[in-house]
């Protein structure tokens, strides 16, 4: 199945089907050699920025994640690594929750004595995402699987939070 989004032109696709192969058979050097070898293709055409590479480890290290974007308030994708999860439709996932997180701000902002939102999280039957404000301005949206472990990607949310700020302070220069 990788093979045939190679072909296709999707090696994003490709590169998910073969780490999570990788995840199951770490043993399996041929795997690895293999997801080396379509991760360069990818790195020559689409250079990543930091923020992406950043966003990359961030979502590679959580079993369970599809993706993490990072938004303006705008809407406009400031950052974005995915799973091979496009059949998901993030960006459309995404509009919707941005518009929903940004009614919620407002009202909190209304309500002052109710403190400065921190995060929201969304739980559907297909999947749970976590909005986080990184400033005034931008936000980041992380999409798991129903099942993933919203603890941990919170934690890891908290590890990579001061590092994906001082990269939006160098995409803003």
Known sequence: MAELFIQQGQPDRAAAIYRKLQKNDP???????????????????HP???????????????????????????????????????????EGIIAHYRQAFGHIQRAWEEEPQ???????????????CILKPLNQHCFLALLLEPKGLSGRARYM?????????????????
């Open 157 to 173: 949310l908290r590890y990579y939070e001061e590092t994906l700020k001082e990269q939006l302070v160098e995409l803003e220069k």
């Open 114 to 128: 109710t403190g400065q939102l921190n995060e929201l999280i969304i739980s559907t039957s297909l999947i749970t």
């Open 27 to 45: 043993a399996n050097t041929s795997l690895g050699e293999r997801l080396l070898a379509i991760e360069s293709l990818m790195a020559e055409q």
């Open 48 to 90: 990543q920025r930091p923020i992406d590479k950043t966003l990359q480890r961030f979502v590679e290290g959580l079993a369970d994640a599809l993706s993490a974007t990072i938004l303006d308030s705008d809407g406009v994708v400031l950052g974005q690594y995915q799973m091979g999860s496009a059949h998901l439709g993030v």
